[in-house]
């Protein structure tokens, strides 16, 4: 995001954010910094406050306790909608509006913000190259569309508006291994390409690895590390580490 005097502020920040569901404390005194132009993966197991601090960096929620930054200044309600427009957000399964076609869900920002077809287009058609979406995909409406095609238009109109930063959350759920892997090697090209300031919630260790340097594993509403992977494999905070990791299965040769 932008830069101001020497210092590259975070992009995002949580200083001591706490956030309830009634008597559930989903976010427990969380410190993280998200410097501009990195790209993070935040893993943990459900329900461990992933996709609240999403929202809470998005303007969706607000802390209970503590602060939320963007760009070094605190967040304010009256900035959400700014912020909305200046951060893609991509949600499992896509989100897109059953009504509207590819196109039109594409659409919807730009077109409210006076862009005209002609340029809506182009953005569109520029965007399916890269997110390897066939072409004519555009005119379909999501039930004409596979899973995987849902999430690569997802993505598209995540990025639709050039955003200062790209918020994903388990961007790759719901699919099936071939496309999975394939959707994962578009990710990664589209973050190197896009260079700006991501943060991508998943449940896999393998695919966070693959997609960013930095890894932050949460539980129970709390940061337990926030490193590489080699780091949680070779020097884990806590044994919940270990656990986490070995708990994802690698497929080995059958013993003889
Ligand atoms: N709107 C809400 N109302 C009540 N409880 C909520 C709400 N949103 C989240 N929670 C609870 O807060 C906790 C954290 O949820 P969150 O969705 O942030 O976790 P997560 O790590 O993203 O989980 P998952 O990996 O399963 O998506 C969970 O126990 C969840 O049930």
Redesign the pocket.
């Known amino acids: 995001m932008a830069m101001t005097g020497n210092a590259a502020p975070e992009a995002f920040e949580l200083d001591g954010v706490c956030k309830r569901?009634?008597n559930?404390l989903?976010l427990d005194q969380v410190n993280l910094g998200f410097p501009a132009g990195t790209t993070t993966a935040l893993i943990?197991s459900?329900?461990?406050?992933?996709?609240?601090l999403l929202r809470l960096l998005l303007g969706l929620e607000w802390p209970d306790q503590g602060r939320v930054k963007v760009d070094g200044r605190v967040l304010q309600p009256g900035e959400v909608l700014e912020l909305r427009r200046r951060v893609g957000y991509v949600i499992q399964e896509g989100g897109l509006f059953p009504h509207l076609t590819a196109l039109g869900n594409l659409a919807l920002l730009p077109h409210h913000l006076g862009w005209n077809k002609g340029r809506i287009r182009e953005r569109a058609e520029e965007l399916a190259t890269l997110a390897h979406l066939p072409a004519n995909a555009l005119e379909r409406y999501p039930a004409e569309l596979s899973g995987g095609q849902r999430q690569r238009v997802a993505l598209m109109r995540g990025l639709m508006m050039n955003p200062d930063a790209l918020l994903l959350d388990?961007p790759l759920g719901a699919l099936d291994p071939i496309v999975r892997h394939e959707l994962q090697d578009v990710l990664k090209q589209i973050f190197l390409q896009f260079g700006k300031t991501v943060i991508v919630?998943t449940?896999d260790i393998a695919e966070a690895a693959w997609l960013a340097d930095r890894i932050v594993l949460?539980r129970h509403g709390k940061v337990v590390q926030d490193g590489c992977l080699e780091d949680l494999r070779q020097r884990p905070a806590d044994p919940f580490v270990t656990r986490f990791v070995e708990a994802q299965r690698t497929l080995r040769e059958p013993q003889a």
């Open positions: 569901y009634g559930l989903a943990g459900s329900g461990s406050g992933k996709s609240s388990e919630v449940h949460m």
